[in-house]
């Protein structure tokens, strides 16, 4: 079991750039692979970014490669979200997620554990 809160969000200019953290209790948060995703009013939710548990490899949707970098510490069993030149269509609930699979996960519904959401919005 780990339990995921989510933080950073807020009200940006497109352009300019926010962290989003993700903290995890549970002593077991280093045997998770962590994934990041979003939804904005009316769509589905969908993939962003995802990190190994070891934090060896990652995984984007395209249309924030080079915009967001996924990383972790699991000594402070955190996971972060970089997201700079922010775009209006960036605009959503973003989510963290927890699975026990050892790769790369895109599909929501694999992963097992789920924060609250963070609101992220981007004005132009």
């Known amino acids: 079991q780990v339990y995921l809160v989510e933080s950073g969000g807020g009200l940006v200019q497109a352009g300019n750039s926010l962290t989003l953290s993700c903290a995890a209790s549970g002593r077991t948060f280093s045997s998770y692979t962590i994934g990041w995703f979003r939804q904005a009013p009316g769509k589905d939710r969908e993939f962003v970014a995802t990190?190994?548990?070891?934090?060896?490899?990652?995984y984007y949707r395209d249309s924030v490669k080079g915009r967001f970098t996924i990383s972790r510490d699991n000594a402070k069993n955190t996971v972060s979200l970089q997201m700079n030149s922010l775009k209006p269509e960036d605009t959503a609930v973003y989510y963290c997620?927890?699975?026990?699979?050892?790769?790369?996960?895109?599909?929501?519904?694999?992963?097992?554990?789920w924060g609250q959401g963070t609101q992220v919005t981007v004005s132009s």
């Open positions: 990190i190994t548990r070891s934090g060896t490899n990652t």
């Open positions: 997620a927890a699975t026990s699979m050892v790769t790369t996960v895109s599909t929501p519904s694999l992963y097992a554990y």
